[in-house]
Nanobody
Framework: QVQLIESGGGLVQAGGSLRLSCAASGRDFSMSALAWFRQTPGKEREFVAAISQIGGAGVYADSVKGRFTISRDIAKNTLYLQMNSLKFEDTAVYYC?????????????????WGQGTQVTVSS
């Protein structure tokens, strides 16, 4: 059974930092692209960042570019999102996602596996 379990969310003041983790089990995702999405009530889930199976530089939404960094530890089958200079508008439930393909996609439709989400709340 494939599981993606996010952790690291919480309450932080604007300007602060958080590091999200996503631990994968039940399948080897070393050859898969991984991503982070986020969602607020009443809105569609939106792309945040993604990284290919090759690793290296990630792909980012314009709204987080320069503040967030996506990375992965292939040996641990774990995905990370380092979030710095957090803003009130970053408040959302953050989801990690995985796909069987190699390319880091920005659409939710490209990802077959999803975590349950972790809440990030930024106070202004």
């Amino acid at each position: 059974q494939v599981q993606l379990i996010e952790s690291g969310g919480g309450l932080v003041q604007a300007g602060g930092s958080l590091r999200l983790s996503c631990a994968a089990s039940g399948r080897d995702f070393s050859m898969s692209a991984l991503a982070w999405f986020r969602q607020t009530p009443g809105k569609e889930r939106e792309f945040v960042a993604a990284i290919s199976q090759i690793g290296g530089a990630g792909v980012y939404a314009d709204s987080v570019k320069g503040r967030f960094t996506i990375s992965r530890d292939i040996a641990k089958n774990t995905l990370y999102l380092q979030m710095n200079s957090l803003k009130f508008e970053d408040t959302a439930v953050y989801y990690c996602a995985a796909r069987s393909g190699l390319v880091a996609l920005t659409s939710t439709r490209g990802y077959a596996y999803w975590g349950q989400g972790t809440q990030v709340t930024v106070s202004s």
